[in-house]
């Protein structure tokens, strides 16, 4: 159900809107960290990787203003329907994209770890499944800010081919093993990248429940219309 | 105020009581609505939380909900007119025993109109005409052929103001009962007023002064005084008229409890401004609007996901 107007009250509509400009906020950064993160990787760059570290905490300190302002919400304007849907929604929101944040953190890390440059053949997949994950993080906090359920269904039907990325990095990196146990070490880094990517594009698939349930009031799952999953 | 001209004494007066929570003419059936059979809380709420029958995506989904039990009170395509104003229109809704039911709306939607129908308070308004069916266990209080006075001693009302007699706290109480020959002895007359104050929560606030004047008490305890009375003739049902909008914080917390010690005793239908309070509440919402009902559900699914846009705007406050 759509908003129709703004509240009889301008302040609860100022105070759900900067709600959602922190959402969109952290969601900025988060995708940054992601795409950094991959670039830092592919060119061996430590000190943009040290970089990427370093700010994952404004996302942390976002997450927790997030809260606050969620709380005080709730407390001082005592939302309803589609209202506390929101607000409900963007506390559990920021939580995943602190959590996303985490993820890019974790990849960046692993740059200094991964030695010799050497050629390997997942690492030519990776940014591009880094792309659609992130790609997944964007669109679905836009569907969050639009209240568009119809966005947040297409962002969860792209969540297929970040694991279909990650089936074919996942087997092309046991083969690289196998042939040669030098590459152990790096190629687990680089699977955990790749790990990481996968769980990026599930919690923009769970971001994207969240965003529909608060936009219709209906669980994404209960939906209409709905074909039974496989 | 002299209680007594207002009150009609004897059965055959048809004049209505307009400022009387209780009225006159015991019940034939004597008092039923209580005791034995009655469910334990937790069946209650096992009751209220089953699923059971999906919402209705249509406005009005009254008779959708609940289906497969009979109802305390039911009305069906009522409407009020006002002159020729059409004040309510064709109004469907059901009410059980077991469920407290909020009525919702902004000033003028038709809300309390609906509830004087109820017990037809709307008697009173020589210019209000009622149209439509309303049964209390599938009798129809509409026909000519109704006592009112009975009807309103089976369904009780509260108001807004508390409005007690300038009387006793005592006689607040037993004076329903007396005049109704609820009791046949003095003794007995002393029970049903511990028990009526105790129920409405008040007795261990008053028992020590019983004598002094009903209005000496704060509002809330007044508030609580006027439900004993309502109480103390064993009504069936209680409306509820906006009960707390003249009482502070804590008298409303007071009277939302007793709601709830109530409901399984009572059918309950409460009127309210007071979103939060019809939140906290009741288990059943009807939201009104311009006369209309627009929607009718579960309390928990009205406030988190209504599924009209009026109900939506309202109750987030975007309404006008």
Redesign the interface.
Known sequence: ?????????KA?DEDIERLRALISQMGGLAEHAISEAMRCLVQRDTEGAAQIVQDDKKLDALEIETERRAVQLIALR????????DVVAALKISGVVERIGDYAKNIAKRVPLIESAGRIEPLSLLPEMARLASGMVHDVLDAFVERDAQAALSVCERDEAVDDFYDSIFRALLTHMMENPHNIGQSAHLLFVAKNLERVGDHATNIAEMVYYAAT??HMADRPGKSPRL | MDMKEKMPITPVTPVPTPSVAIAAEAREDGPSTVEPGQPEPSKLDAEVAAPAIAVSREANAGPQLDTGRDPKMSANDVSVFYGEKKALKDVSIRIYEDLVTAFIGPSGCGKSTFLRCLNRMNDTIPSARVQGRIELDGEDITSPAMDVVQLRARVGMVFQKPNPFPKSIYENVAYGPRIHGLSSSRSELDGIVEKSLKRAGLWEEVKDRLQESGTALSGGQQQRLCIARAIAVDPEVILMDEPCSALDPIATAKIEELIHELRGRYAIAIVTHN??QA?RVSQRTAFFHLGELVEYGKTSEI????RQ?R???Y??????
Not at chain 2, 315 to 320: H, L
């Open positions: 159900m759509q908003q129709a107007s703004g509240h009889t009250l609860f005592a939302p309803m329907a589609g209202d506390l849907r009031g209906i | 979103m939060q939140a406030f988190t996901n209504p846009q109900t939506q705007d109750i987030t406050g975007r309404y006008g």
